[in-house]
């Protein structure tokens, strides 16, 4: 048996130094680029919403998540703008977004015969609200405030949550019995005399 080694020959090269792969590679790449800045520019001068739908999207995310005593409107405010942001770069989601918010003004103009943020019982609005729970935009709309909502460090201390105590020790130091609403139980004293009879 005899084993053969066979040299490696040196690729040619075009005339240019650029081989056909590589030249195929950079016009797509370039076109792709392209693109990409012409569509974000064009989406930089529209708004996806007017002023109407962004005040019916604000009071939405105030009836989806309502703590009144706890967070002040320009929390709220933040929300509707990272959902105004998010559908900002997408098309199919602007779109969904408005038909979404003028099927919620259109049903409550056929129930109450007004907008949905002129309607002033809050149990009202959450009823025109139900209808609509289970469709794509309010969950986008319902998912983004519970995360900017609950997972915001700066607006825990409203809900009086300490946040992670691992990096404290753990939660036997560290909030393990502050809750207040359950009722004092008997001390250890009064719990051993009733067992020692």
Request: proline letters at 4%.
């Amino acid at each position: 048996m005899t084993i053969r080694f066979h040299r490696l020959k040196k690729p040619q090269q075009d005339h240019a130094g650029v081989s056909r792969r590589m030249f195929l590679m950079t016009t797509a790449m370039a076109g792709v680029t392209t693109s990409t800045m012409i569509a974000s520019a064009g989406c930089a001068f529209a708004s996806p919403l007017d002023d109407g739908q962004s005040a019916t999207l604000l009071r939405m995310v105030q009836d989806i998540y309502p703590h009144p005593d706890l967070l002040d409107v320009n929390h709220y405010q933040s929300i509707a703008d990272a959902v105004i942001a998010n559908a900002d770069g997408d098309t199919a989601a602007a779109k969904n977004l408005r038909e979404g918010l003028a099927s919620i003004d259109a049903q409550s103009q056929v129930l109450f015969g007004s907008d949905y943020i002129a309607i002033e019982d809050p149990d009202a609005r959450e009823g025109v609200l139900r209808k609509f729970q289970h469709d794509g935009f309010f969950q986008g709309v319902r998912w983004t405030a519970y995360f900017a909502i609950y997972n915001n460090v700066d607006v825990w201390p409203r809900f009086g949550y300490q946040g992670s105590s691992v990096e404290h020790g753990g939660y036997i130091d560290r909030g393990f019995s502050d809750i207040t609403f359950v009722p004092q139980g008997p001390s250890l004293e009064v719990r051993m005399a009733e067992v020692k009879g």
